[in-house]
């Protein structure tokens, strides 16, 4: 079981929008900076937001990421059949057992 | 570009010690402020942090996988490695090795290896 919280799976239609939430607690989100990974099928994860709602260079502004409280959220617009991926929140937790963790993962199909 | 590349079997009996290195290129791994990072990912999606080695050779494990943990590191081979010992059917996954940029208010790997499979056979 993860220690942050995400939907299976979400779905739209190309060209609209999704979010994806990312919920956790005072020891992980509601006090570190939140990533957003995004993985494709049989590669590895790849970053798509860090400190919250940055992007590294070469990734498009149709992704996007914002937190509030000890909660992120992923936003993609103008979805592509490309965009269909697993996506993957990720912190560090500052609780007894600190360390690095993740989200269970969202399936993102797009119809 | 740095770019990581995992290596090592892909077959460990349980009980024994599973045995893996990330050669790195296109970057240092003594490079100020990065931390080398092992992650695996089981069958079925989770994804799991095991631990990292700093530039400067401190290390942080999982809690959970602690006690059968060891990190190292060969400046001179430009690579770091994984040592998880006493396997069992439940350390089957794919490891990835991967950078994190050392952001102090999160983790951020923004370089990964392809991933390789580890089957742990009885």
């Known amino acids: 079981q993860s220690v942050l919280t995400q939907p299976p799976s979400v779905s739209a239609a190309p060209g609209q929008k999704v979010t994806i939430s990312c919920s956790g607690s005072?020891?992980?989100?509601?006090?570190?900076?939140v990533s957003w990974y995004q993985q494709l099928p049989g590669a590895a994860p790849k970053l798509l937001i860090y400190e919250n709602d940055k992007r590294p260079s070469g990734i498009p502004d149709r992704f996007s990421g914002s937190k509030s409280g000890t909660s992120a959220t992923l936003g993609i617009t103008g979805l592509q059949t490309g965009d269909e991926a697993d996506y993957y929140c990720?912190?560090?937790?500052?609780?007894?057992?600190?360390?690095?963790?993740f989200g269970g993962g969202t399936k993102l199909t797009v119809l | 570009q740095v770019q990581l590349q995992e290596s090592g079997p892909g077959l460990v009996k349980a009980s024994q010690t599973l045995s893996l290195t990330c050669n790195v290129s296109?970057?240092?791994?003594?490079?100020?402020?990065?931390?080398w990072n092992w992650i695996r990912q089981y069958p079925g999606k989770g994804l799991e942090w095991i631990g990292y080695?700093?530039?400067?050779?401190?290390?942080d494990y999982n809690a959970s996988l602690k006690s059968r943990i060891t990190m190292s590191k060969d400046t001179s081979k430009n690579q770091f490695t994984l040592k998880l010992s006493s396997v069992t059917a439940a350390d089957t996954a794919v490891y990835f090795c991967?950078?994190?940029?050392?952001?102090?208010?999160?983790?951020?790997?923004?370089?990964w290896g392809q991933g390789t499979l580890v089957t742990v056979s009885s």
């Open positions: 296109g970057g240092s791994i003594s490079s100020s402020g990065f931390y």
């Open positions: 080695i700093h530039h400067s050779g401190t290390t």
């Open positions: 005072s020891s992980n989100i509601g006090n570190n900076d």
């Open positions: 991967a950078r994190d940029r050392g952001s102090i208010t999160g983790t951020v790997f923004d370089s």
């Open positions: 990720g912190t560090w937790d500052t609780s007894l057992n600190a360390g690095g963790v």
